[in-house]
């Protein structure tokens, strides 16, 4: 390999994947071309600078495609605990209640990984739980929110925690958080209308549940049935 | 349901909570709000939920690139203003925003959205797809619609500027 034709396979160092050839025809190269190593080594510090601060461990010292290539190994190595687990998940989820779209009513604003983080924290939430009826959603939602959805329209004046009719098969609770915590509604602002967001519940085949917030000038603002 | 697509409500299900945090999180680099991210995510999956149920819809090879392709267009059209509605977020009004703030986290967040902002938007969005959507350069390629060199040397070019930009080293290649 000629300098020429690194520069044609640099880019390959910062794939998902490489082919172990390619990956050992780039080392060989840099080994004798001390311009070529200082080129990559610029890239890949410049790469390590894109990475959040808490993804960072470990991009310094190799390269991405190899650094995917370890951690599919650990994957791998606790790929039977997940199972286990899934197991686990599936027998609680019982009719494939997919909850696609994420749930939280108002997230904070924050940066990209700490959103994921959220998201996990969110998925970790216990949203479904049995009853003597099947499985529930908790919802819980802040006082005066003008709530729409499939079973109608109203201003619930007061927080609840699970939504009464729901027209899914079985009857479901999910739980909205604020800011990445879950709402205590023991504790919750009363809002003046203006301030109070539509939520609104669509059922996707009776099986996902998406909570769409959208500014809404609320009807019949004292009357809290809006009729 | 669509013969030729061949995707259900459950495989579509399945793979968009597979890819959720990698969709975040491009969306989180791309919009200047996380919230905005949020709903972008959301209006991609209805779209893509309703497209799936459209009789002579357009067929869907690779659910997993399709959905990135699908979000980068929300996106797109999210920022040129056409479909951004307006919001009063009700953590404006709950004094809740504080107790989970983490501003090493925003800092963080701010430099790198700096870092993409100083390049030409092509070679952002090839480096956002790659880093941050956590795919391939083929897979990249394929949301784009570009050819594969283009892809890598998109990537490559934005790598270059990024690093002068911040070292002001002169990153010139290879001349040897």
């Known amino acids: 390999m000629n300098c020429k034709e690194f520069k044609e396979k640099v880019a390959d160092l910062f794939d998902k994947t490489i082919d172990m050839q390619t990956e050992r025809e780039c080392k060989e190269h840099m080994a004798h071309c001390p311009a070529c190593k200082a080129y990559y080594d610029e ?36 790929s039977s605990l997940f199972k286990v687990a899934s197991i686990f998940i599936a027998a609680i989820f019982l009719t494939g209640l997919s909850f696609a779209a994420g749930l939280s009513y108002a ?7 700490k959103q994921e983080a959220k998201s996990q924290e969110f998925a970790n939430e216990k949203m479904l739980e049995l009853t003597d009826n099947g499985e529930r959603i908790v919802i819980t939602w802040l006082k005066g929110t003008w709530i729409e959805g499939d079973f109608g329209g109203y201003i619930e004046a007061d927080p609840i925690e699970h939504s009464p009719a729901l027209p899914l098969n079985g009857e479901y ?12 509604p023991d504790n919750l602002p009363d809002l003046p209308a203006s301030a ?24 019949y603002a004292d009357d809290p049935y809006g009729e | ?61 690779n659910l997993r690139n399709y ?37 090493s986290n925003d800092d963080d967040y701010k430099r790198i959205v700096k870092l993409l902002t100083e390049i030409p938007e092509e070679q952002a ?19 784009l ?32």
């Not at chain 1, 991009?59 to 495609?65: G, L, M, N, R, S």
């Not at chain 1, 109070?196 to 009807?219: S, W, Y």
């Not at chain 2, 999180?25 to 149920?53: F, G, N, W």
Request: charged share 30%; net charge positive.
């Open chain 1, 43 to 78: 890239l890949r510090e410049t790469y390590a600078l894109l990475q959040p601060e808490d993804e960072k461990e470990g991009v310094d010292d190799e390269k991405p495609a190899m650094k995917a290539v370890a951690n599919s190994s650990l994957f791998t190595l606790h």
């Open chain 2, 1 to 61: 349901m669509n013969k030729e697509n061949e995707v259900t409500e459950e495989e579509l299900a399945k793979v968009f909570k597979a890819e959720r945090p990698h969709l975040l999180r491009y969306a989180c680099y791309r919009l200047p709000d996380s919230e905005d991210a949020e709903d972008v995510l959301q209006e991609t999956y209805l779209k893509l939920h309703s497209r799936i149920q459209t009789p002579h819809g357009q067929k869907i090879q």
């Open chain 1, 196 to 219: 109070v967001n539509k939520m609104e519940i669509r059922f996707a085949a009776g099986r996902i549940v998406n909570l769409i917030t959208t500014p809404v000038e609320i009807p």
């Open chain 2, 67 to 103: 959905l990135f392709r699908t979000l980068a267009n929300v996106c797109a059209k999210w920022q040129s203003g056409n479909s951004r509605i307006k919001t009063v977020p009700l953590d404006a009004k709950v004094d809740l925003a504080d107790a989970t703030a983490d501003t």
């Open chain 1, 107 to 113: 997230t904070h604003r924050s940066q990209a990984t």
């Open chain 2, 125 to 143: 969005e090839v480096i956002r797809l790659r880093i941050y959507g956590d795919n391939s350069f083929a897979q990249i390629a394929e949301i």
């Open chain 1, 173 to 184: 609770r999910a739980t909205i958080l604020l800011n990445g915590r879950r709402i205590n």
């Open chain 2, 145 to 176: 619609s570009l050819p594969l060199p283009t892809v890598k040397s998109r990537f490559l070019y934005g790598l270059e500027k990024i690093r002068k930009g911040v070292k002001g080293l002169n990153v010139k290649g290879l001349n040897c």
